[in-house]
């Protein structure tokens, strides 16, 4: 006799012990205030409040445009890991608050500069202007906060296919590039990460790039920003919280991540007015005893809390938007002949 | 010279400005723990608690099943409409806890309460089994969370356009339906309500039936309730906060609600967690001053906070599952020739 | 006791008999190769050649770009609308055979065409610039090749709600336009033609522009045409057969309908093949007598064939390709505060 | 300089220059009737049509339903496999004409008689109850007469990752199954079959299930018919002409194929109407040449054409309809634990 009720509730909460787990951790050390985030310029800031002064082993940079900055986050030691819970390697992160009541120019500006900045971590990374690159895109196409991904890819230049039946003068600065969307372990039954490695081993390209849906520290973060890493997937991050890294360790190919915060965990945003609270920030609220915050917060984590995500209503926008401005600077870091004036040539 | 800048921000905010000052309001109230719910029953639970005693004018009654719960609340006075900010009316509120780990027969029995009470409240509205019904779907179908009425939509046994052309004799009990999934405002540029009204104008169907995600007070609440109430939608309700209400008053025609809950306010979230500390529930932690909380709250509440929800990460199957199950009630309600052996009949 | 079979029947046979019938007579006048199109281009060249001659009461008209021809065709007399099967009015087809294989300024051409054809036509009926316009989507977004409508309907620069909560002086060329996408008659059981006239009533715009998928006699135009008419949508038309017509007669108000071919009948292969053999041309086939080629087609066309129809199996790109050229093309006509050099604009 | 249009015609018709010179064969043979089809069925018939007797080595078997009949093919010789075209094995068609006029009980009897024969196939080819299956959706999504692959993959129980984490006493009677849809060839760049490969390398499955849509020869065999075969998937199969077989050869383990016809090849219907002339059937009309016929056949077989198919205009209906039932046919096989009257259990 099957016992549905211990299989549904499996299926229910499959990966869900896991990140709970990690959250009880998380609020123990509440009043350190350690709240999630995918972003290393967020985890970076939350390292400095915490320390009143730049951690050790951290050097950042940052860039202006008319409409956004780029700021890289260099993690260098691994004491710095410690610190900011992010692999030693290189963060882009590129931020244009306004860009959604923003005109076109700042659409583009985003796109420029992820191009650039993708081209330039793939020239470190010894990835030459004709070497195939294999996408990946994460997460769930049937939940639309999950979805970034799967839609990013639909709007790709794909081209290993022809490729091959193309001679090389006919090419003209098209690179090969492959795209898939795995999927999630709730509809195939297979780790994202098993999927992509066994379709790296089969095509072998030269490079990896994973895009995926982020979780944010802060909801102001939602649908403005776009990060660019040299360090791959990392588990426990993105919005479905992916179980097993994808990484240049279990590829055995350089992996470059691009993601798009799109949620923010519903237990930061209690620890975040709770940290606030017990701060007195803002509010010169006198300070509660930070072991009474935490029992409030561990005891609010149940199984359902930390499955659940905070995300704008309009998501839907915020996916179709951020899609089509990542698309547009893959497409031209990716292909040498597309040039900057048409980053969205190729999804007209 | 075109200002996109405030034309885009205006369509970003349109619908947000009318719901943060609500929010700023009921924050204000915090402290009487005003929070926002579209459910009768919890905004019931919600006076019992701030008065300590049954609100007058309300009456509730229970009937239990195997798997679920059927409670019905009847607001009967201005007074118990005051108290719990719903409208004069009857509230049936199905509730399974372990819907989605149980097996079928859960699923199955929520659906058959849904039907025979929707049946019973067409009969106390005097809409005959061969009266035409007209059902809506409210709701953006492109986001996951606010698109359970398009998909109920979707799964319905339309019947209108063959009845016209079938003689009385051959209909053998299916009742003439309609069923459209107007849009929502920023899709559109016409408000939901005023398409509703000039289709139910031009068909004149006898009742209408209004399909619409709801937000609740509890994530418990998310995927496990469905509300009929025979009160139509009210200005504020729903996931994208109904701007203008759908009514018997404004359409001229007896309307029924259903709705299932798939998001929590992230304000709601926030404010409980401040109250359950305030109030050193659970947790023997000592009062904090009110005013300070709500200070503390409503320096939360940005525009941006306010356009906030939170929602499982598996919405997707939640709004899958929950969407057959309506239709499979409302198909077998709506239409008499189907038994409640065919619940799910006409979905195969 | 419900008779299922007569129902469904019913269901799937809807809006077939109207069509069947047509078919037959069709059928019967094979000979005069009476083939169907919704292309007034087509129609006209299908007249000529019948005719061998220019038939009298039509004007053509042709403009060519670096990539597409424009062609006007006017059907001035009660005479030419026999001939053709096209109703009295203005009919300009814009034809890019190589458009799919072509760059990005192929596109951008039929855009502007469109945009400046679809601006004449407009000022011709009387429509200002500050006038209202509602834009209908039709066709069935579950089918592919009938998905044309409202998949450009989600990409119109939407903005009636912004509008009338601006002040004049804010609104900077963007004219008030909304947008609807009415499904089909299957899904909601009322004809498109009746949702739209009712919203028409409601809210009262100055004109409307229906958007729809066209039958085109030859499978060169499917996804290479775009075709602009001023007399509004006529029973029989599309790719569903809209069984009403959506016209200035049955709205009150001016009716443009701007379509895409992405079928053709199969009836129409079928005789054109025995109509390129009968006339012994290319193959210089000795002639069979036409009464035998009209019975075997009479005999093919069986209630199922009538609903076939003939697509290119990546009709889904063509789909997304087309709906953007097209929405791109009506957001610089509708809005004047787009240039042409922003004719993608809205879109990014 | 990058050659687009060598580039975007590469694109457009990949794929297509394969099939043309096929299809520029098969028309060479017609006279003999040469059409294409991928149900055996079908094969069997035509070879029977132009030997005007059984052909060797094909044993025929046939069971009859209430509604439907299941008919069993088996090619056994490598004379009766270069006839059919088909690969020696066995083909069960089951087929319900009526299946869309029938009430649920058709759809049941459909749903059953695949599971008894999928049961019945994976037993003689040794795959036991508690072997572990890869199931994959060809096609492509985003084309509805391609997706049935895909919709089927979205309906299935999904086991094998709670297998991994449950004692084998809690399992029940659910056996391991993953599922992937790959993608087609235009959206990834890489083959179907590589992709698949490569899964069942790393996954190590006991078998493989691959569903895909089929072309039919006829038109009455769109979404009445379901093909299971012991042979996989052979090149030139499918609505999108897959270009490489995915077999026990090419994966190293059985492969199943399952197949729903949702398109007739533009071409097969030319032939068939010409066919039916030339050899005066039903209409007695005199024969004309077959190397006549040939010459008009080949002569529209241009590139365009051999990439049209003929569908239903309610494909989309067709697609949901019978996705169900092979998803509730192939759960009830695949799992133990469900029994024949939990045909669509998990479909609720």
């Keep these: 006799m099957i016992d549905w009720r211990s299989f549904e ?13 990690e959250l009880v951790e998380q609020a123990k050390g509440f009043g350190r205030a350690s709240v999630r985030t995918d972003l290393a ?5 939350l390292a400095r409040e915490r320390l009143g002064a730049e951690p050790d082993g951290i050097v950042s940079d940052e860039e202006k445009g008319d409409f956004a900055r780029a700021i890289t986050v260099r993690v260098l030691t691994p004491e710095a890991e410690r610190v900011t819970g992010k692999r030693m390697g290189t963060y882009v992160t590129i931020h244009c608050p306004d860009i959604r009541v923003s005109q076109k120019e700042a659409k583009e500006e985003v796109a420029k500069f992820l191009s650039s900045k993708l081209s330039q971590m793939m020239a470190e990374l010894g990835i030459g202007p004709e070497d195939e690159v294999l996408v990946a895109g994460l997460g769930n196409w049937n939940a639309t906060p999950d979805a970034i991904g799967p839609t990013v890819v639909g709007k790709l230049l794909v081209t290993r296919h022809l490729h091959r039946v193309l001679p090389p003068e006919k090419r003209g600065g098209l ?8 999927g999630v372990l709730g509809l195939t039954g297979i780790e994202t990460a098993e999927i992509i490695a066994s379709v790296v081993e089969k095509t072998r390209p030269r490079a990896a790039i994973v895009v995926d849906a982020l979780a944010a520290r802060s909801t102001t973060r939602i649908g403005t920003s776009v990060q660019i890493g040299n360090t791959g997937i990392n588990p426990g991050s993105g919005v479905g919280n992916r179980r097993f890294g994808i990484t240049a360790d279990s590829l055995g190919i350089p992996v470059i991540a691009i993601g798009v915060p799109t949620v923010v965990d519903v237990t930061t945003i209690v620890m975040d007015v709770l940290g606030a609270i017990s701060r007195g920030e803002d509010q010169n609220i006198a300070e509660l005893p930070p072991e009474r915050m935490r029992d409030a917060v ?40 597309l040039t900057e004036d048409e980053i969205y040539e190729y999804l007209h």
């Design 175 to 182: 690179r090969s590039v492959s795209a898939i969307s795995p």
């Design 9 to 21: 509730e499996l299926r229910v909460n499959s990966g869900m012990l896991h990140r709970r787990s």
């Design 41 to 45: 310029v967020e985890a970076r800031d």
């Design 298 to 337: 561990v005891n609010m984590i149940g199984p359902d809390m930390s499955q659940m995500v905070v995300t704008p209503k309009e998501i839907d926008v915020i996916v179709e938007m951020m899609s089509t401005v990542v698309a547009g600077g893959m497409n031209t870091a990716l292909h040498e002949a």
